[in-house]
């Protein structure tokens, strides 16, 4: 089991930045890279930014530039510095714990809890 918690949303204006964070423990033996993704009402969930343990990382073309995932090996914790945000950022964000192969992300069915990112115009 691999438990994720998150933090950090909330509501901004849009042009500034926040920073998310999930923390993961348990069997995280289990998993070699992390994900963020995010949920609009009435869209579906969506690969935002992943990163591996290994340190390589993708992104949504609708983040490239103002999205920068990172992670604390030493924390177990991985960050999704958010900038430039914009109204249709909107979203519940959700970690996931996963894996990577060659080059593509692979949701576990471990989530967070997800929290509300509101991009006010």
């Known amino acids: 089991q691999v438990q994720l918690v998150e933090s950090g949303g909330g509501l901004v204006q849009a042009g500034v930045s926040l920073r998310l964070s999930c923390a993961a423990s348990g069997s995280i033996f289990s998993i070699n890279a992390m994900g963020w993704y995010r949920q609009a009402p009435g869209k579906q969930r969506e690969l935002v930014a992943a990163?591996?343990?290994?340190?390589?990382?993708n992104y949504a073309d609708s983040v490239k530039g103002r999205f920068t995932i990172s992670r604390d090996n030493a924390k177990n914790t991985v960050y999704l510095q958010m900038n430039s945000l914009k109204p249709e950022d909107t979203a519940v964000y959700y970690c996931?714990?996963?894996?990577?192969?060659?080059?593509?992300?692979?949701?576990?069915?471990?989530w967070g809890q997800g929290t509300q990112v509101t991009v006010s115009s």
């Open positions: 996931n714990a996963g894996t990577v192969y060659s080059g593509t992300y692979y949701p576990s069915n471990y």
């Open positions: 990163i591996s343990f290994g340190g390589s990382t």
